[in-house]
């Protein structure tokens, strides 16, 4: 069982690299919606006893983070017709490189701090942590409102995992988690509405300069 | 009762979506906000009784501030039955119902006694504002939508992770999960230290964000700037009160788990940082409504201050919760008026208001000597107990520093009120300004804002007292 669910949760890991090297927006808006999706699966391994609750949690995310905002994402993507280009503020290899050093560093973090010992073997606190600095490098290394987005879907993601620690003492304040992806599910219909696009003519962020001092 | 604080306003908010006029609809704002008025005013008068476990519940913490959110938002919503009159082209159903429904998640984040349902009360809060804040539709209002996303989205999800970790460190401590501030509370120091610490940092930085302490105060400015009067006043005094009352409840906890000198340093440290960074930038600052952002962001550093200076200091801060929400909104309307007759915002293209738009004009000078603390009003009273607690406390420095942003801050907004209220009106704004009158409609909810905040500083009711001294008897135990 947590060999299956070690493996689940490297993949995530995996995947956050795939998006920091990505330089196509279809292929980070993937990278982000198959990680979703394997993080849907995850409370089923958790959870030993098949509580309603469960099945429920895990396919409400899977559906809204491998299918409904990546869906959103691609529709918003073919409506503005944009190039599809990332246009990285900090470039691949550079991103590349802090995203496995985050990694590192991350395990190392999770060997230090104190885990029951039921979570001591697992991968879900380095790979929580790694996740979130994924998420936070493509929320600020790139100009593109929809890869800003995935960034933070990336980002929600990393939480989540660590909310997966919590999933057997509080099962509620993981269905919170479902109500921050309306957070993200906002931010795509703020692009959708796509004004953004319309008023400026670009979802290029550099291009929202006017409010400063 | 304390139910009937959230889900009035929810209904009202059901009722907003589903009302088929757009003329009467702005009518139900302040219908709602006089129920919830008095259900907040007999909540102070007769406290009901605590129940142990529940997760929610109006202690005396939420019984202290309540009130004033609730009396701010029925000005606000006075207020805004003219002001949505003025757009009747506009359809206002989603202002409407969202208006009411942030009453009702900020009264539920208020009595939130649950880590994770105080989240997702201030989660569903933030959310709610983002069609409030591209009301006026302009491209400006979008770009200050998306930062507001970026930066709230983010600070929200820090403090998800900080009550994961809050949670984590109850759990490793050998609890039973139970999340309620009371449970984690008496766990005390059996809560993992590294956690606890980890989950100050990032409930801090995650509510901090919501208040808009600096350095994570970058969307207020935008968001203030661009939102209309009533959203701003709600926003700066309701909004912010959520974030602040948030984090009280969270120190309780991390207090009980003996990591009280991180909580104050870093309250100080923060507080001090939101006042210098705030002063600087009212030095600079050319448009009147991003300076109501800084001064709210200055007013924000003082109460983080305060809430680090002990039992009177926290005192002194909910004192100033009042008289800086009530006077925030008094100076948020009377801008509104002076911006809609003014048609313009910067100090470049407005001036001589004091012809064109006089009481409102008055207002807002009076408003200024208000927020920056001058007798006799409110703010001067608040500010000066957190001054003699800080003395009391033997923080020189803090004190110092306080009282040097405070005057750098007088500065500033001076400068530019006095720049936009004296002088000749422009030409263009002679014509906007017969466009838009002063009526009594819009002038008596800041009216009745401002003499609100004199009051408070000349005569505190004693009910207030109580309350505030009940808070802080639950927030710092005696040991």
Redesign the interface.
């Known amino acids: 069982m947590s060999g299956t669910l070690n493996l689940l949760v490297a993949l995530a890991m995996g995947l956050n690299l795939l998006a920091l090297a990505s330089s196509r927006l279809p292929s980070v808006i993937n990278a982000a919606a198959c990680q979703g999706m394997v993080l849907g699966v995850l409370p089923l391994l958790l959870g030993a006893e098949s509580h309603w609750l469960v099945w429920l949690v895990a396919a409400g995310t899977v559906g809204v983070k491998g299918f409904v905002i990546p869906g959103l994402l691609r529709r918003a993507l073919r409506a503005a017709s944009i190039d599809r280009e990332v246009q990285p503020l900090l470039g691949y290899v550079p991103s590349l490189l802090v995203g496995a050093g985050a990694m590192i560093g991350a395990v190392v973090l999770g060997g230090i701090?104190?885990?029951?010992p039921e979570d001591a073997g697992s991968l879900l606190v380095p790979a929580s942590f790694a996740t979130?600095v994924s998420g936070f490098l493509l929320?600020i290394g790139r100009t593109k409102?929809i890869v800003?987005v995935c960034g933070?879907l990336i980002?929600?993601n990393g939480?989540y995992l660590?909310?997966l620690?919590?999933i057997r003492?509080?099962p509620?304040?993981v269905e919170?988690?479902i109500?921050?992806d309306?957070?993200v599910a906002?931010?795509v219909i703020?692009i959708i509405v796509d004004?953004?696009q319309r008023?400026?003519d670009t979802l290029d962020?550099r291009k929202?300069n006017?409010?400063r001092? | 009762m304390d139910l009937a604080l959230i889900f009035v306003p929810l209904a009202g908010a059901a009722a907003a979506f589903g009302w088929p006029v757009n003329r009467t609809r702005p009518w139900l704002m302040p219908v709602v906000g006089a129920v919830h008025a008095g259900l907040a005013l007999a909540v102070l008068l007769h406290p009901p009784a605590a129940v142990a476990g529940a997760w929610l519940g109006c202690d005396a913490l939420a019984r202290a501030v309540l009130p004033m959110v609730s009396w701010l938002f029925l000005a606000c919503a006075c207020y805004g039955v003219p002001y949505l009159q003025l757009r009747a082209e506009r359809d206002n159903r989603v202002f409407v119902g969202v208006f009411l429904a942030i009453l009702g998640l900020i009264s539920l984040a208020l009595m939130a006694q649950h880590?994770?349902l105080l989240?997702?009360a201030a989660?569903?809060a933030?959310?709610a504002t983002?069609p409030l804040l591209?009301y006026s539709?302009?491209?400006?209002a979008?770009?200050?939508?998306?930062?507001y996303?970026?930066v709230g989205?983010?600070g929200?999800?820090l403090s998800?992770?900080g009550?994961?970790?809050l949670?984590?460190a109850s759990?490793?401590g050998g609890g039973?999960?139970d999340?309620t501030f009371a449970g984690l509370a008496a766990q005390g120091a059996g809560l993992?230290r590294?956690?606890v610490l980890a989950a100050w940092v990032l409930l801090l930085t995650g509510y901090g964000t919501k208040m808009g302490l600096a350095p994570m105060h970058t969307w207020k400015?935008?968001a203030y700037?661009?939102a209309p009067g009533i959203v701003g006043a709600l926003l700066a005094g309701g909004m912010t009160t959520m974030g602040f009352v948030a984090l009280l409840r969270v120190r309780q906890v991390v207090d009980a788990a003996g990591a009280g000198a991180a909580t104050t340093h870093t309250l100080l440290a923060l507080g001090l940082f939101s006042m210098v960074v705030a002063a600087l930038?009212l030095l600079?600052?050319t448009d009147y409504k991003?300076m109501l952002a800084y001064s709210s962001i200055e007013h924000m550093g003082i109460l983080s201050v305060g809430a680090a200076l002990g039992g009177a200091g926290v005192w002194a801060a909910l004192f100033h919760v009042w008289t800086n929400g009530l006077t925030k909104g008094a100076l948020f309307l009377s801008a509104g008026n002076i911006r809609r007759a003014a048609g313009a915002r910067t100090q470049a293209d407005v001036a001589g208001m004091m012809l064109l738009t006089p009481v409102s004009a008055r207002m807002f000078v009076a408003g200024l000597f208000a927020v920056t603390a001058l007798p006799p009003f409110g703010p001067f009273f608040s500010e000066l107990r957190i001054v003699r607690a800080g003395l009391e406390a033997g923080r020189g420095w803090t004190v110092a520093v306080f009282l040097g942003a405070l005057l750098i801050a007088f500065f500033g907004l001076t400068r530019l009120v006095f720049a936009i209220v004296d002088g000749r009106p422009h030409a263009a704004a002679r014509a906007t300004g017969e466009r838009y009158r002063e009526t009594a409609s819009i002038i008596a909810p800041p009216l009745i804002l401002l003499a609100a905040s004199l009051w408070l500083g000349l005569a505190t009711p004693a009910v207030l007292r109580e309350a505030w001294t009940a808070s802080v008897n639950l927030l710092l135990p005696a040991p």
């Open positions: 701090l104190p885990l029951r979130i929320l409102a800003q933070y980002l929600e939480i660590f909310g620690l919590l003492a509080t509620l304040i919170a988690g109500l921050l309306l957070t906002v931010f703020g004004r953004i008023e400026f962020t929202l006017v409010l001092e | 880590l994770g989240w997702v989660e569903a933030t959310l983002v591209h539709g302009t491209a400006r979008f770009e200050a939508t998306w930062k996303l970026l989205g983010t929200i999800a998800l992770l009550s994961f970790c949670g984590y759990l490793h039973s999960g999340l993992t590294p956690w400015p935008d700037g661009e930038f600079r600052t991003r």
